[in-house]
Nanobody, 128 residues
Framework: EVLLVESGGGLVQAGGSLRLSCAAPGFIFDNYAIGWFRQVPGKEREGVSCIRSSDGSTYYADSVKGRFTISSANAKNTVYLQMNSLKPEDTAVYYC?????????????????????WGQGTQVTVSS
């Protein structure tokens, strides 16, 4: 069983920043992709960003490009999501997930059904 633990959520004013962490104690990232998703009540889970451990390639949703940055510290089994210039519409529960994604499928990072393991989520609230 893989345990993913998110942290770093909270309340921030619009324009502010937060850094989310996804820790996976004892989990080997090799050949896995780590994705960040977010969800608000009544809406589908949205793929925000992803990083593939195999080659370090990244994916960002159009809504966060230029504002969010994903990075990994493999030695620490941790993936980070730096979120800058936050907007009220970024308010959601953020989840990290791990999956052995097809490296040739460019759409895979944003498809939640392709991920095998999920964290419990962390709330991000951006006030206007």
């Amino acid at each position: 069983e893989v345990l993913l633990v998110e942290s770093g959520g909270g309340l921030v004013q619009a324009g502010g920043s937060l850094r989310l962490s996804c820790a996976a104690p004892g989990f080997i990232f090799d050949n896995y992709a780590i994705g960040w998703f977010r969800q608000v009540p009544g809406k589908e889970r949205e793929g925000v960003s992803c990083i593939r451990s195999s080659d370090g390639s990244t994916y960002y949703a159009d809504s966060v490009k230029g504002r969010f940055t994903i990075s990994s510290a493999n030695a620490k089994n941790t993936v980070y999501l730096q979120m800058n210039s936050l907007k009220p519409e970024d308010t959601a529960v953020y989840y990290c997930a791990a999956g052995a994604l097809d490296p040739h499928n460019d759409y895979a990072p944003k498809i939640p059904e392709l991920y095998d393991y999920w964290g419990q989520g962390t709330q991000v609230t951006v006030s206007s």
